[in-house]
């Protein structure tokens, strides 16, 4: 019961690198989502697929980019990462839009 | 478009005591509202949603929300808190509408003392 898997869990990058976080869910989902943790701020969605080949942008899009590489797979990507990005990283799908989340444990991305 | 306002960035109750977190939505079209709950250094898990239909929903942990659509509030109770429900919870909202998709609130820290 794998559920959504983000990987890596923990990552360090300095000021203008680059990354990508990798999001896979086996649940046959048609959406999915990116958010961000900051405290006080709640999560804020940064990039959504509302279907296989759709990306949309959320209330935080820039400085980054997504992928729907295909039904299971989401990836984001930081081109040069600033320390503003420093954030925890949540990836979600959900069956279409408007129905129950489900969410991957996280990423903790530190920019120094 | 839609959004969520939870009241209270941070709750505090004693073991026993009747919890009462406050959410409240705007949304052009009849929301979908949930309720999530985020222990530390974990992902989220949903505790109960709204969809359609009976307005009082129950949900796991003895949780449960009324939808009150005059009051465009979906506040999430339970009777007698638990030192276990000491987590962080977020009320989030969605619409069955092109161009949407699901949005939270800040969320509420909710403390249980002994």
């Known amino acids: 019961n794998a559920g959504v898997t983000q990987t890596p869990k923990f990552q360090v990058l300095k000021t203008g690198q680059s990354m990508t976080l990798q999001c896979a869910q086996d649940?046959?989902?048609?959406?999915m989502y990116w958010y961000r943790q900051d405290p006080g701020m709640g999560l804020r969605l940064i990039y959504y697929s509302a279907s296989e080949g759709t990306t949309d942008k959320g209330e935080v899009p820039n400085g980054y980019n997504v992928s729907r590489l295909n039904k299971r797979e989401f990836s984001l990507r930081l081109e040069s990462a600033a320390p503003s990005q420093t954030s925890v990283y949540f990836c979600?799908?959900?069956?279409?839009?408007?129905?129950?989340?489900?969410f991957g444990q996280g990423t903790r991305l530190t920019v120094v | 478009a839609q959004s969520v306002t939870q009241l209270g960035s941070h709750v505090s109750v004693s073991e026993g005591a009747l919890v009462l977190l406050r959410c409240n939505y705007s949304?052009?079209?009849?929301?979908?509202l949930f309720w999530y709950v985020q222990y530390p250094n974990q992902g989220l898990q949903l505790l109960l949603k709204y969809t359609t239909g009976a307005t009082l929903v129950k949900g796991i942990n003895g949780f449960e929300a009324e939808f009150k659509k005059s009051e465009t509030s979906f506040h999430l109770t339970k009777p007698s808190a638990h030192m276990s429900d000491a987590a962080e919870y977020f009320c989030?909202?969605?619409?069955?509408?092109?161009?949407?998709?699901?949005?939270f609130g800040k969320g509420t820290t909710l403390s249980v003392s002994s």
């Open positions: 989030a909202v969605s619409l069955n509408q092109a161009g949407t998709a699901l949005i």
């Open positions: 979600a799908s959900t069956e279409v839009l408007w129905t129950e989340a489900f």
């Open positions: 949304s052009s079209v009849p929301p979908y």
């Open positions: 649940m046959n989902h048609n959406s």
